[in-house]
């Protein structure tokens, strides 16, 4: 196993630059049936990740926090599965089969918040994100059409994902408080969800309730 992260951030008043890099090395790959496959291969997955993040005060009442992102989520070529063994069943050579996959995204995320009240705070906001996703992996023994350096060639597709929410809390009186909420995703693959929510807490010194409801 042969695995590292990376997590560096800066920071400038309501600015955050951050990068995140998780190489992850199984050493082994997927485990299949002793007859089927040795489990002798490996299966390499880099996940590369940059963000902007930027918090504001609209006004003395409204917030906001933006983010744009752009995500490489990869099976690395140096990935391979050992199909046969030589000398072991059938196999009268070693068989090697390499893999590859590269998939990207980029993402927008919008969230506000508005203090109407010293009682009555709503939060509200909007996700999209562009995705290229790889449809069949690159191997040696059956390669897919070849990439053509932008993600845009036959074996890739594109999506655009997209969701909204709006929510309320509202203090009812001390220790005690009442949240609504609605959400609706828009997902190019599995369609569109609308979901709601909500949750009334109490507490009273160290002793609490807490009653929720969510689709």
């Keep these: 196993h042969q695995n590292h992260a990376i997590d560096a951030r800066l920071a400038w008043k309501g600015l955050e630059l951050g990068i995140q890099q998780l190489w992850m090395d199984s050493g082994y790959g997927v485990a299949y049936a002793a007859d089927e496959s040795q489990s002798m291969g490996r299966w390499i997955r880099p996940e590369t990740s940059i963000y902007l993040r930027d918090k504001s005060e609209l006004s003395g009442s409204l917030t906001s926090t933006a983010m744009v992102r752009f995500r490489h989520s990869d099976v690395d070529d140096g990935s391979f599965d050992v199909e046969s063994f030589y000398g072991y069943g059938s196999g009268a050579a070693s068989v090697i089969t390499h893999y590859e996959a590269l998939n990207s995204s980029l993402a927008y995320t919008q969230d506000l918040e508005f203090r109407a009240s010293d ?29 053509d350096g932008s993600l845009n060639d036959a074996n890739h597709f594109s999506v655009l994902d997209r969701a909204a929410y709006l929510q309320g809390r ?10 609504l909420g609605i959400r609706n995703d828009d997902d190019a693959i599995f369609g569109s969800a609308t979901t709601l929510r909500g949750g009334y807490v109490f507490n009273a010194g160290a002793w609490g309730v807490k009653a929720l409801y969510g689709q």
């Design 119 to 147: 009682r009555l705070t709503f939060n509200g906001g909007l996700d999209l994100e562009q995705k290229t996703l790889q449809k069949a992996y690159l191997t040696t023994a059956a390669p897919a059409a070849p990439p």
């Design 170 to 179: 509202y203090l009812l009186a001390s220790g005690q408080q009442l949240t």
